[in-house]
């Protein structure tokens, strides 16, 4: 299995703000997935981070407030962006096709 | 939409197994069947998955009925920390078919292990 970091682990963010997400991983992999788990709910696929290429973005999930960014094959940004309380969640990486998850970045909008 | 369903919630006592049932009456012939658990406040960890065959590994056994239908999962001798959110999940697995094969998480069973 893989190992995954993920920074920050947790912040709160003011309203209209934006927050870059880490996910770092100890080998390389093709695949980085990006979830959101709002509070009490279960977990949704934002996007798949691609690289070389642009991510793919799930239903009711667009660039432009979720950009990504996969320089290489270790390593993924998601930018949480113009945030409003609604963005209240945990962010999760996963890699690989049996998807191994980061511990998450809990993530507080005021 | 989750493909799967599961019981809201379970317990068991210590020690005992735990049988986490799950249906997947609409499963496809190339999708396979994986689990994960989801302690609190913590990403997701990966069990186990398999297509038709049981599978077992240090942390679980997978128990897939012959028409693939439904499935078991079994956690031999439940401890306290085996508490979690379980979620069963059919998907297809990405090197059969070289597409995105992403995961969808439905609600999960919430397995309790009581002293």
């Known amino acids: 299995s893989a190992v995954i970091s993920q920074k920050p682990s947790r912040d709160i963010c003011q309203r209209g703000t934006s927050l870059t997400i880490q996910c770092q991983v100890d080998?390389?992999?093709?695949?980085m997935f990006w979830y959101r788990q709002q509070p009490g709910q279960s977990l949704t696929l934002i996007a798949t981070?691609?690289?070389?290429?642009?991510?793919?973005?799930e239903s009711g999930f667009v660039i432009d407030k979720f950009p990504i960014s996969r320089p290489n094959l270790t390593f993924s940004t998601l930018t949480v962006s113009n945030m409003s309380p609604e963005d209240s969640s945990i962010y999760l990486c996963?890699?690989?096709?049996?998807?191994?998850f980061g511990p998450g970045t809990r993530l507080t909008v005021l | 939409d989750a493909k799967t369903t599961q019981p809201p919630s379970m317990d068991c006592a210590e020690g005992r197994a735990a049988n986490l049932p799950c249906n997947h009456s609409?499963?496809?012939?190339?999708?396979?069947v994986y689990w994960y658990r989801q302690i609190h406040s913590q990403g997701p960890q990966y069990i186990i998955h398999?297509?038709?065959n049981n599978e077992t590994n240090e942390m679980a056994s997978l128990i897939i009925t012959e028409d693939r239908k439904s499935s078991t999962l079994i956690l031999p001798h439940a401890t306290l920390r085996d508490t979690a959110v379980y979620y069963c999940?059919?998907?297809?697995?990405?090197?059969?078919?070289?597409?995105?094969?992403?995961?969808?998480f439905g609600k999960g069973i919430t397995l309790s292990v009581r002293p």
């Open positions: 398999g297509l038709k």
């Open positions: 999940i059919v998907r297809v697995l990405f090197q059969i078919t070289g597409a995105n094969s992403k995961l969808t």
């Open positions: 080998s390389q992999v093709t695949m």
């Open positions: 609409t499963i496809s012939g190339n999708e396979y």
């Open positions: 996963s890699v690989g096709d049996e998807q191994f």
């Open positions: 981070a691609n690289q070389g290429s642009e991510a793919t973005y």
